[in-house]
């Protein structure tokens, strides 16, 4: 209301005059919604501005101007204001004084408005310019939202009610008509009377004070009355056809929700459907791939396996290189202590017949080739020993390799269930041989060590026998230069022996170094090899447990096709029973179709029975009002005539009494 005011001031501004203070106060504590300036005297300009803002503004819906002695131009620029509103609903413009301008100002209202259905125009003169009233009373004639309109006090003649007469004759909307005090007299009331039986939608007309004759107002009463059970039965009808309407649409909006829910519920269970076909067809996809991956991995393990397989073949063939290097280096060391054994018979042979060249001489000499060929002896027990235990090796590094190669079959067989042992037997078998290698290289390295002190102690023996031949050089010159020839033959053969044995250490090493590369290789080609197996048999494990995951899977989906068939089926008969449910449901609308129009139909029939039968009895209501008018007529002629028959009786009477003796007798009162 703020803002309404505030406009009010402006367009005042603007059209040069100053906006009413008294209005503005007014305008100030106004609730919203409602704009009441009665007992205000407004000026043209204020009702300018407020036709203006009426106009426009769409915050008032009750609009009281009572009391505000409205001028006819500051009414016509109000109600031309209105001509374009659509929110006032209630319209007072009690004692205005409005006449012709104001009466034809309200007709075009009543045209162009269709919003107000509520008008007061009590303490008016509109009736008292007929041509502006008719003017008035057209306009409400074709108005289609006036519900109540108060005319009261308004000067309205019979002509004027004739107009109103015509008026109402046309108008179905007008609910209440006030028409008190005014000028009506017996020719507007029975205008009105004879209208009312075509207007069906007036239930309350109020006529005191006009000069209306009782019987008139009486069959205005009833005129009412039966507007008034007209409209009640006309309400309930239309409520009852109403709530079968609302039955029906709620019946159909419940069968249309429950088929647009039932249909949702299928739409749902098929993308649900859909989806888990496409998410198990994923799924499947996906497996699919895991199990073509896992198969390339398993024929990539393959191919590594027969990779491992070859390698351990060439391993095993570098094993058995080796083992015929071996077997040649064996030969070889036999041929060797063969020849050391002739060599060293050969010697005993030369040193026995130096020593039987040389015992007369060299008894001394005797003990000490004594002690040397006891010494060789020695060398040859330990050669020999030497060679027993390498022919003992030899047969425990076939042994092993025999037990290897049988382990190795053990394990392939049973791999995952002797892995540890094998793995500690052949740590057991590594530490026993690098024992025994060790054991060998320090025997070896003592007999070098013995070797060297026996060469040591030759060369002592050499040099002591040097003394001793020295002392005799003058007898055994030449036999000292023989020996001394021996003693260099010896010193080269225990050099050359010495030089054989190192190359046989260096053999015997490059043995065990390759001997320990090929069980290396042998024991990583054997775990590449369990653990390929140990990856095989997890990934068949695993494609197993794939092939199962699919073949459950293609279970659940075969599964789920049968019940999305028989949830369709379902479905389907659900389906089918409720569109028998809703075709039956749609026969008893139509039969509760049938039945309404049957009822309106027999409505109209009895409305139309009821309106023949009011009209027989208005016909025969006023025919008894025209006899019992003519009976009263001739009641009052007969009283009248009684009236006169009395009078020319007590005449005559005083008259005889005042012309008799008796009346000069009576005593003066």
Known sequence: MEEFRHSYSRLCKESGAEPQETVLQQLQGLPRGRLDLATQSLTVDTCRA??????????????????????????????????????????DLKGNNLRAAGAEALGKLLRQNKSIQSLTLEWNNMGAWEDAFATFCRALADNGALRQLDLRNNQISHKG?????????????????????????????????????????????????????????????????????????????????????????????????????????????????????????????????????????????????????????????????????????EQEQRSLAQ??????????????????KLLRDLSAANEKTLLLRNQVDELERKVGSQQEQLFLARQELTNTAAELKTRAIQAEERLELEKKRSRQSLEDLERLRAKEIEHLTRRLEESEKAMQERVQRLEASRLSLEEELSRVKAEALSERGQAEEELIKAK?????????????????????????????????????????????????????????????????????????????????????????????????????????????????????????????????????????RLKEAEIARIREEEAQRASFLQNAVLAYVQGSPLRAMSPQK
């Open 50 to 91: 407020l036709g203006e803002l009426l106009q426009k503004e769409t915050l008032p819906t009750e609009l009281i101007l009572s009391d505000c002695m409205l001028s006819e131009e500051g009414a016509t620029l109000l109600l031309q204001g209105l001509c374009a509103n659509t929110v006032v609903r209630f319209l």
């Open 161 to 329: 009610a004739e107009e109103l007469a015509l008026a109402l004759t046309r108008n179905a909307s007008l609910q209440q008509l006030d028409l008190r005090w005014n000028d009506i007299g017996l020719l507007g009331g029975r205008a009105l009377v004879n209208c009312l039986p075509r207007n069906k939608t007036l239930w309350r007309l109020e006529l005191a004070g006009n000069n209306v004759p009782g019987d008139i107002l009486r069959a205005v009463e009833q005129a009412m009355d039966h507007n008034r059970d007209r409209q009640t039965t006309f309400r309930e009808n239309q409520a009852r056809t109403h709530v079968l309407s609302k039955e029906v649409q709620h019946l159909q909006e419940e069968k249309s929700k429950q088929f647009l829910d039932l249909m949702e519920t299928i739409e749902k269970q098929r993308k649900e459907m859909a989806r888990s076909s496409r998410a198990s067809a994923i799924r499947v996809g996906q497996l699919q791939e895991a199990l073509n991956e896992r198969h390339s991995i398993i024929n990539a393990l393959k191919a590594k396996l027969q990779m491992a397989e070859a390698a351990l073949a060439l391993s095993e063939q570098k094993a058995q290189g080796l083992g015929e290097l071996l077997a040649t280096a």
């Open 339 to 356: 020849r050391q054994a002739k060599e060293h018979r050969l010697e005993q042979q030369e040193a026995a017949e130096r020593e039987s």
């Open 492 to 628: 080269n053969q225990v050099r050359l022996e010495e030089q054989r044995l190192a190359h046989l250490e260096e053999k015997l090493r490059l043995l065990a170094q390759a001997r320990d590369e090929a069980q290396s290789a042998c024991l990583q080609q054997r775990q590449t090899v369990a653990e390929a197996q140990a990856q095989a048999g997890q990934l068949g494990l695993q494609v197993e447990g794939l092939r199962r995951r699919l073949q459950e899977l293609q279970q659940e989906l075969s599964n789920k096709d049968q019940e999305k068939v028989a949830e369709v089926t379902r479905v389907r008969v659900e389906l089918r029973e409720q569109n028998g449910r809703l075709q039956a449901e749609l026969t008893a609308q139509e039969a509760l179709r049938e039945k309404v129009a049957a009822l309106e139909r027999q409505l109209k029939v009895i409305t139309g029975d009821h309106r023949e039968a009011l009209l027989d009895r208005e016909s025969e209501n006023a025919s008894l009002r025209e006899k019992l």
